[in-house]
């Protein structure tokens, strides 16, 4: 979908790009794949392309770029994403990215109440994606394209590491576990 949708915008964005460089700079080079070509500049309905039409493009063509843009996101996070809970006493948080380009949600560990499977709002081929909800200081959901078997896991941990399943924290202190608290997902 990524491809298809950003290889037919992509031809728009060419035009665009090349009536920009005309109405702005001068001629193309001749290197320069183009519709076209009168007097230099792009032909649009048998005329030169104007800096009017080329800002209309541009503007009209923002939009399509956005949708191309998420999706090229969306199909990175899928491939080379990584979800991280990390757990801290003072400032745990739950970050979602590529490499260094990160989006971390913080919340206090202590505040927390409740981790459940639950349902993104958002659905494809009628179907919701599973999501971990975890309700503390405010509600975070993440996950959403975690396998499913990662997704029950993660909540797993996040129960007995927060939650403290079975017993009270001492003084409010958070588990000590015997195992690293920074999960990979």
């Known amino acids: 979908m990524t491809l298809f949708w950003n290889g037919i915008v992509s031809v728009f964005v060419v035009v ?6 005309t109405n702005l700079i001068g001629p193309l080079p001749q ?17 030169p392309m ?6 209309f493009l541009c503007l009209f063509l923002t939009p399509f770029v956005t949708v191309g843009s998420g ?3 969306a199909t990175l996070l899928s491939w080379i994403g990584k979800v991280e809970v990390v757990i801290q ?17 913080r919340f ?4 927390v109440k409740s981790i459940k499977i639950g349902q993104s709002s958002i659905s494809s ?13 405010r509600l975070i959901q993440f996950g959403t394209m975690l396998p499913e078997d990662r997704l029950v896991w993660m909540k797993v941990v996040l129960q007995e590491l927060l939650l403290y399943a079975g017993e009270k924290r001492i003084n409010g202190m958070l588990p ?4 690293a608290t920074k999960f990979p997902g």
């Open 16 to 21: 665009a790009l090349a009536g920009l460089y």
């Open 31 to 47: 290197w320069m794949p183009s519709p076209k070509m009168d007097q230099g500049k792009p032909e649009v309905n048998g005329e």
């Open 50 to 55: 104007g800096l009017g039409e080329t800002l």
């Open 71 to 73: 999706l090229i996101i």
């Open 89 to 105: 006493e003072m400032g745990s948080y739950v970050s979602t990215g590529i490499g260094p380009l990160v989006w971390k949600r």
């Open 108 to 111: 206090h560990a202590l505040d």
């Open 125 to 137: 081929n009628d179907q919701s994606q599973k999501l971990i909800t975890l309700t503390a200081d």
């Open 176 to 179: 000590k576990g015997s195992f």
